[in-house]
């Protein structure tokens, strides 16, 4: 049995609020990836425009026993077409959102930063995790923990600047951003420690914006208020954070899911950085974590039309 994730509910609500998006499947060949567009759609929460080999998605939707005869079907040869031409939708103004069937990310995201044909912007494309973790007060968001494997310095600014991009859409208010590192000291041994001093000078001087960043911070000192007490730290961060940016993927990635296997969490996934959403999602997810994925995606593509904060309005 899922456990209740109250922030996921609020989510899902808000955009079912705000209106469905239409979003371009690439390549749903899969029961889990089928379903998940459905489950999106029958919520109310996206318009899912089914784009892979029309027969092999007939006929998982068949073998499955889901009814597909009201989602229009983009015909593909295999799923590099598949990832092309849901980016081509998008160009065309016919989808505002992209989300991940069965093929591998690396495909789709192949397609999504094309030089030629692809969706980049001047920032730097990165994956956000918007975790329902037990007994929090609000989310918590955890970057990068699907994209950037060994982020530089300058990755991480625009990093971050998405992740306080999407807060600022989920209505976090005010955004505080912890700069993980294993220590809250800045080491010259521990260019993690480096990395977050730099960003908290460059959010000084206004290069990064929207938001409240401290560190280097260990994980207990971003928080839980009693070990940064312990510790003597005084920021309006540190112990209260509500963005978490790793030093690296696999430090995100490994945080994210213990989280979610250890401590009950759910997590949302989505990249941000290109023209539109992108809505990853893991055949590990539980069907409350894709809905959410979808609803964040819906609340970032309608911001991006309207440039309003649509949670909590």
């Given at each position: 049995m899922e456990r209740p994730h109250p922030h996921y509910d609020r989510l899902i609500a808000a955009a079912r609020h705000a209106g469905p998006a239409t979003v371009a499947v690439a390549h749903p060949c899969d029961r889990n990836s089928l379903e998940g567009a459905l489950d999106a759609a029958r919520m109310g929460l996206i318009n899912p425009i089914l784009v892979g080999p029309?027969?092999?998605?007939?006929?998982?939707?068949d073998e499955a026993r889901l009814d597909i005869s009201a989602l229009p079907i983009v015909d593909t040869e295999h799923s590099h077409a598949s990832a092309a031409r849901a980016v081509q939708l998008v160009h065309e103004?016919?989808?505002?959102?992209l989300m991940k069937g069965s093929l591998h990310t690396d495909e789709?995201?192949?397609?999504?930063?094309a030089t030629a044909t692809g969706l980049r912007t001047a920032r730097r494309l990165s994956h956000c995790f918007v975790m329902d973790v037990p007994d929090r007060a609000e989310p918590l968001i955890i970057t990068d923990a699907a994209v950037n494997i060994v982020p530089t310095l300058a990755d991480k600014v625009d990093i971050v600047q998405n992740a306080i991009d999407l807060a600022h859409v989920l209505r976090f208010n005010p955004v505080k951003v912890a700069i993980l590192a294993a220590v809250e000291t800045v080491s010259s041994k521990m260019p993690s420690t480096i990395d977050a001093a730099a960003l908290c000078k460059m959010a000084d001087r206004g290069q990064i914006t929207g938001a409240l960043?401290?560190?280097p911070?260990?994980?207990d000192n971003a928080i839980d208020p009693e070990a940064a007490a312990i510790?003597?730290?005084v920021s309006p961060v540190a112990g209260q954070a509500n963005v978490l940016l790793a030093p690296d993927l696999e430090a995100g990635n490994m945080l994210a899911k213990s989280l979610t296997f250890m401590a009950g969490a759910s997590a949302a996934g989505i990249v941000l950085g290109a023209r539109v959403p992108v809505i990853l999602t893991?055949?590990?997810?539980?069907v409350q974590?894709?809905?959410?994925?979808?609803a964040v995606a819906v609340l970032v593509a309608h911001s991006k039309l309207s440039g309003a904060r649509i949670l909590g309005s």
């Open positions: 029309a027969a092999r998605i007939r006929e998982v939707a103004g016919q989808a505002s959102a789709l995201m192949g397609a999504v930063v960043l401290d560190g911070l260990a994980m510790k003597h730290l893991s055949r590990a997810d539980t974590a894709r809905l959410a994925s979808c």
